[in-house]
């Protein structure tokens, strides 16, 4: 019966109310309840077919594995990841609460900002050559295809 029970009041969670949930995890750097709570609501967006939606919280997780990662490698990859994803969003919550609906180029820039000081903290990630100055010179003017080429290095001519 108990099982029943809790099975019921996880389908009442809306996937709103768990990429909220997620969100505000990640804000206070639980990053594994974080991603807990982005497969769960990944799983009920599926469900309703939602697909901006999970697009939104896709990216999201994408910012939030940023933290974690340890290999450069793989961090540069999140980084073209993310560009790429936010590109072909209009619109994204915002990282910070009260996480209302913003431009995602805002969003992008923000979290490059923040991004940069993280990058900055370890030599291995110095030399990673994800050239953030650069990054943010393009989402001013860039159209969202050309963003890719200014994450990874390339220019489109």
């Not at 073209?80 to 180029?105: C, G, N, Q, T, Y």
Request: aromatic letters at 6%; hydrophobic letters at 45%.
């Amino acid at each position: 019966m108990l099982a029943i029970l809790k099975r019921l009041r996880e389908k009442v969670k809306s996937g709103e109310v768990l990429h909220m949930k997620a969100l505000r995890s990640a804000q206070l750097e639980q990053y594994d309840r974080a991603m807990e709570f982005f497969e769960e609501a990944a799983a009920r967006f599926r469900e309703q077919e939602s697909v901006e939606r999970l697009a939104r919280l896709r990216a999201h997780q994408l910012m939030v594995k940023y933290r974690i990662e340890e290999s450069t490698i793989e961090k540069e990859r999140i980084v073209e990841e993310v560009v790429l994803r936010l590109s072909k969003l209009r619109e994204i919550e915002s990282l910070e609460p009260p996480f209302e609906l913003l431009d995602a180029r805002a969003v992008l820039r923000s979290w490059m900002e923040e991004k940069s000081f993280v990058i900055g903290a370890s030599s291995a990630e110095r030399t990673a050559g994800i050239e953030e100055e650069a990054i943010l010179a393009e989402l001013e003017s860039a159209l969202p295809c050309e963003l890719i080429g200014a994450v990874s290095g390339r220019k489109k001519e």
